[in-house]
């Protein structure tokens, strides 16, 4: 089976994406593992079908990492050295080669195909973790997430990727509205100012915050269910979807 | 001679420039000629080399079409729609053919190679318009500036990518200072206000509009030289370079 060919994808450029989370107050990301044998860690990825659109090409390559099929997803950077060669991977391929043939897991052309340069589009996306189940990429030994903070060193410069989603996240996240993607459907004004505080990574004042947020005219404050129990329990809110 | 293949760029891929110039009050956008011979516009673009950068590309086509080595340029997004293949020039270029091939301008892979459907990147460029000595590409009869409100219409989404790009100018215009690229050294406050204005296409209040600029501490008053002439002309600015 011919996996890669420029009959089905265009030639020397792929899609690479930062898939954030967020959980038990930290923000997450989404990485593969490739075994070489040895370990590598990689963003998912994938290529631009000829007849495909680069944001239908995104949107696939994350529904098949995370089983979601609305996702917000952000165009932000290309990457563009011309060292983005995958020597790394590419030696390691060489390694797996006879037995990534023989199980058809890859082909002797998409081996040359791997081995060019790679001009590589840049996407975050902003996922609800607690919807999520992470699958495997073809090559993938296993996938998971990790706090932003703690990341495993990745290929290349899926690093440096990183890094700028999330400065393009940071820039974002007022204006577009975007981190409740973050969130579930209901939530605490604290839940709020919690994923505010993991994604700049500093703390904020509470009485500003949220003032700052309820002024954004965004949420809509849901009525309290009577408990009983002297209901003490916090107001919950929900994105205002218009 | 083989002027585009594969060994030299890579394929599918292209760079378009919206370069802004300011002039009379008014925001430009330089735009070319091709004469097919009926006469069809397009935004100054090109290919990228194997051996470079993304960014260095977008540096040299600036350089080819404004003979500027030092221009300010920002990456602000990428064009991807699987319908952007080049029906109108690609038809023209076959009216042009005999006459092309015989001059050496195209040969015949490179019709080939243009024929596909191309992902391009695009990059707004800022320059002092007083600078530029705009020049045609390979196949342009002429490249000229023009009103950002009064553009042709161009080939395929390009007059979608000026709207794009002049988007992206408003909301880094504060944010990064890069205005002042489109200014000569010095300039008066009242020079300011006008290209902002014209940026944004509405009026500023003049008292605001000052406090705003001086606030953002970026520029610096030039002492007034005597004049003997009541010494009534306005304050000169300049851009402070740390």
């Known amino acids: 089976m011919k996996l890669f060919d420029e009959g089905h994808f265009i030639r020397q450029l792929s899609i690479d994406s930062v898939i ?18 040895h370990s590598v860690w990689t963003l998912p990825g994938g290529f631009i079908k000829q007849e495909e659109s680069i944001d239908l090409a995104a949107q696939r390559i994350l529904e098949e990492r995370t089983g979601l099929t609305d996702i917000y997803l952000e165009q932000y950077r290309v990457f563009g050295e011309p060292t983005r060669i995958n020597h790394e991977i590419f030696e390691g391929f060489n390694n797996m080669k006879a037995e990534w043939l023989s199980k058809g897991i890859l082909d002797e052309s998409s081996f040359q195909w791997l081995s060019k340069r790679f001009v590589s589009i840049g996407y975050y996306a902003l996922v609800d973790i607690n919807k999520v189940s992470p699958r495997r990429g073809m090559l993938d030994a296993s996938v998971g997430w990790y706090n932003v903070k703690e990341l495993p060193k990745m290929i290349m410069d899926h690093n440096e990727m990183v890094d700028a989603a999330l400065e393009a996240l940071r820039q974002n996240l007022d204006q577009k509205l975007i981190g409740f993607n973050l969130l579930p459907e209901t939530f605490t004004m604290r839940e709020v100012q919690e994923l505010y505080e993991a994604v700049y990574d500093k703390p904020f004042a509470r009485n500003n915050f949220q003032k700052k947020i309820l002024d954004l005219n965004v949420l809509e404050r ?21």
């Open 20 to 37: 954030f989370g967020y959980q038990e107050l930290e923000l997450k990301v989404l990485v593969s593992k490739v075994d070489l044998p």
């Open 222 to 242: 849901l009525e309290k269910k009577f408990t009983g129990a002297q209901n003490k329990a916090p107001y919950l809110y929900r994105f205002r979807k218009e």
